[in-house]
Nanobody
Framework: QVQLVESGGGLVQAGGSLTLSCAASGFTFRQYNMGWFRQVPGKEREFVAHIRWDGGLTAYADSVKGRFTISRDNNKNTMYLQMNSLTPEDTAVYYC??????????????????WGQGTQVTVAS
């Protein structure tokens, strides 16, 4: 079955960096567009970044553009999110997700049908 497992979260000081990983299994990873989302308690899950199946196209939320970098290694069935210049506003649970075969709106949670369990990122001021 499809599995997405995030790792790499933790506690970091403001201005610091973290790299999240998403290990995929149970499907042909190289065929699917993927995304990262994040959620703070009491708020809706929000789009962070998206990457096309071949890594040739990426997109970012305005709030992370220039600080975060999404990438993937199709040989390792793994997606990454490099996060630099972190601020307390980046504190959230981060989720990786697999896009459906037919969706076009990469920023919309409904366009993704498989999700990982999430990894907590906490940025201390």
């Amino acid at each position: 079955q499809v599995q997405l497992v995030e790792s790499g979260g933790g506690l970091v000081q403001a201005g610091g960096s973290l790299t999240l990983s998403c290990a995929a299994s149970g499907f042909t990873f190289r065929q699917y567009n993927m995304g990262w989302f994040r959620q703070v308690p009491g708020k809706e899950r929000e789009f962070v970044a998206h990457i096309r199946w071949d890594g040739g196209l990426t997109a970012y939320a305005d709030s992370v553009k220039g600080r975060f970098t999404i990438s993937r290694d199709n040989n390792k069935n793994t997606m990454y999110l490099q996060m630099n210049s972190l601020t307390p506003e980046d504190t959230a649970v981060y989720y990786c997700a697999r896009m459906t075969d037919y969706s076009a709106s990469y920023y919309y949670t409904g366009s993704y049908n498989y999700w990982g369990q999430g990894t907590q990122v906490t940025v201390a001021s």
